[in-house]
């Protein structure tokens, strides 16, 4: 009797670590999802130097003039 109850808890004991892997492999892949994305929104969101933007709108500035004949 006494060897069926320790086989018993040895299985509930291996599920419950189990289950406890799984979900917190879960929870992981959720953070670094979210990660991710926040990774993502960040880099759109950056501010360029004076010097670039002043150059970036003479770029502008060119590509919309239209050459005189």
């Known amino acids: 009797m006494l060897k ?3 086989i018993i808890m040895v299985v ?3 599920a419950l670590i189990i289950f406890l892997i799984v979900q ?3 929870l ?3 953070a670094q999802k979210e990660q ?3 990774k993502s929104k960040q880099q759109q969101e ?4 004076p010097e670039l933007v002043k150059q970036k ?3 502008v500035q060119a590509k919309t ?3 005189s004949k």
Do not use: D, F, G, T
């Open 46 to 49: 950056y501010q360029l130097h």
């Open 28 to 30: 992981l892949r959720k």
């Open 4 to 6: 069926i109850v320790l």
């Open 65 to 67: 003039k239209k050459p």
């Open 12 to 14: 509930l004991a291996a």
């Open 36 to 38: 991710a994305l926040e």
């Open 57 to 59: 709108q003479k770029q």
């Open 24 to 26: 917190s492999s879960k």
